[in-house]
């Protein structure tokens, strides 16, 4: 993962089990709450994915584009 940096909610510590990379994709153990984000800002980009979680998952996902900070 170098380049990112992983993000908890507050009060919490993201660790290795919170993401990991499976034959190619990122994958989201959900625990603790938090999302994934470059540790570079960039001007231009394209940005290209697919996304999807179990219909039984309880939660929030999604991609957030242009954030600032923490």
């Known amino acids: 993962?170098?380049?990112?940096?992983?993000?908890a909610a507050e009060g919490q510590t993201p660790d290795a089990a919170s993401w990991s990379r499976i034959d190619g994709e990122l994958h989201c153990s959900g625990k603790p709450v938090g999302y994934l984000r470059t540790?570079?800002?960039?001007?231009e980009f394209i940005l290209e994915f697919e996304w999807k979680y179990p219909a039984d998952a309880p939660g929030n996902s999604g991609v957030l584009v242009h954030i600032d900070g923490p």
Do not use: P, T, V, Y
């Open 39 to 43: 540790a570079e800002a960039f001007d």
């Open 1 to 7: 993962f170098a380049g990112w940096e992983m993000i």
